[in-house]
């Protein structure tokens, strides 16, 4: 797909203000509403933009420990089951499958340092074929963004 300074334009504002009116993107970018409205929404069905939502401040909601856990399988036998683990709890952040130490990082939010060692050793450590675990806590986020660096030449 096509990405044009417009486009990249529209993605920028959205990254940051999603919930912003074509009407006030069509007057910062000098074009009509229903022409923003239809870059938005081509933009969707070619999955470049592929939601909208709320960033929350999960220290306030009670959720003040973040951990990263480096997951190792025994075998790719048991990668279905543990990522329908992951897709299922909402204290799994996000999930990447690695290259280096470990198979999968994930980023989890939990309470408490005992919520996290329940989520370790009942859960993660009890799934078939998890063969260990490394995790590592963060002090503080320093910064923790959901932009995507789309700025640069066009796509050719």
Known sequence: M?????????????????????????EQFGVSAPAIADRVRRLEKAGVLIGYAARLNPEVLGFGLTAFVTITLEHPQYRQGFVDYVQANSRVQSCHHIVGDGDYLLKVCCRSTSELEQLLSEELKALPGVQQTRTTISLRSIKDTAVVPIEGEEEG
């Open 2 to 26: 096509h990405i044009d300074e417009l486009d990249r334009s529209i993605l920028t504002v959205l990254m940051t203000e999603g919930r912003v009116k074509w009407s006030a993107l069509a």
